[in-house]
């Protein structure tokens, strides 16, 4: 039994680390820069701690496949590392383009690569998420025509669902029940049994692989839904003079309430999977209808609450154009450095439109990250001077000890957009 993981990010780290504990594993992406941090022994995704890497890091990848009983972990992007390995187990990201279609390139060419070393008797599982049918229909096609391999005959392929929680050290890999699936019974049972040796919460075995994938894809447009409501919610009694998250604590004393907040609906998941499912049922001729309704809901949010940024700061009579606003947080989520598909930058753009000049601080995320894929500059440290408005858009602790007014300016305003201040002048 050796694993290869392919793609070495939020999903495929911790995973990898995971199975490195019991099995002899190599980590494969093509980032050089990613490689070579891990191989230092540092993730600066923050999900897998420097002394846990380090534990399970080795430096000689062939003795690591070689040798009886071996265990641990070796990074590379060199392909012939991952030529010896039984089990491929692909963790890249599928994200939508720019109209919100599934973009599956990551996926194909995760695909291609392993179709390149593939062997007689190997198991390819994907963890990405897609829409029903996309393993056996897009993906394994790929395989067999790099690979020169027979589906379910020379080969077999399962599919198990990530569901990482980015920023969550409590709800960790191992510690969240796992859904399988294989493309024969032999292969599921077999698929099962691997990531039962290393998942403590225990596994569920799917009859198929378009049934894990169907389940996964609807527990993120689960909550994407959810969410919505209350977002709407949050505009009406916002319109009615009501705080929510007033509403949201009375409603919450009943025992089948669900506890949902309003907010901005961002990251690789939920702001992503739902449209994977409206595509594939646009494809087979239904419209989707509360879906995407959810989906636009969730997406106007930064606009909304630009909006209300500027309805604050004008009700304080201070001047709109030309104001300086400080953007606590670029991440999609607290204590978390991920910046993938955050909808703070909707807010940002928003602002800028009114003719403000918008400060981003973000002491997590990146600054080359987001220069690269939002194209805006960001600190890493308190900035100095004081801002007409202060808008907190994501929840990291160092934010929440701060003393946000004294970053005002004269009848300057604090905009909250999570719902955890107290004395903020707005909030979601």
Known sequence: MRIAIIGL????????????TKYPVIGFDIN??????????????????????????VSDPEALLQEDGATGLYCTTTLEHIASCTHYIITVPTPVDKNNRPDLTPLFKASETVGKVLKKGDTVIYESTVYPG??????????????GLTFNTDFFAGYSPERINPGDKEHTVD????????????????????????ITAGTHLAPSIKVAEAAKVIENAQRDINIAFVNELAKIFNRLEI???????????????????????????????????AQKAQEVGYHPEIILAGRRMNDSMGAYVASEVVKLMLANDVKVKGANVLMLGITFK?????????????????????????????????????????QLQTVQSPPKGRFEAVVLAVAHNEFLTA??????????????????????????
């Not at 941090?37 to 399970?56: C, I, M, N, P, R």
């Not at 393993?135 to 790099?146: G, K, R």
């Open 9 to 20: 990010g939020y999903v495929g780290l911790p995973l990898a680390r995971l199975f490195a």
């Open 32 to 57: 050089s820069a990613r490689v070579l941090e891990l191989q230092h022994g540092t993730d600066s995704t923050l999900e897998v701690e420097d002394t846990v890497l380090k534990a399970v890091s």
């Open 134 to 147: 996309a393993t056996e229909e897009e993906c394994i096609p790929v395989l067999e025509q790099f690979s």
């Open 175 to 198: 510690k969240i029940l796992k859904v399988t699936s294989g493309s024969t019974p032999e292969a599921g049972q077999q698929i099962d049994a691997l990531y039962k040796s290393v």
């Open 243 to 277: 705080n929510t998250n007033d509403v949201l604590e009375a409603a919450a004393t009943k025992w089948n309430f669900l506890p949902f907040k309003p907010g901005l609906v961002g990251g690789h998941c939920i702001g992503v999977d739902p449209y994977y499912l």
């Open 334 to 374: 607290e204590n978390c450095p991920d910046v993938r598909n955050t909808k703070v930058v909707d807010v940002v753009r928003e602002l800028e439109t009114y003719g403000m000049t918008v400060t981003i601080y973000d002491p997590l995320a990146s600054p080359a990250h987001v220069q690269h894929e939002y």
């Open 403 to 428: 003393d946000l007014n004294s970053l005002k300016a004269e009848k300057g305003i604090v905009y909250d957009v999570k719902g955890v201040l107290e004395n903020a002048e707005g909030r979601l």
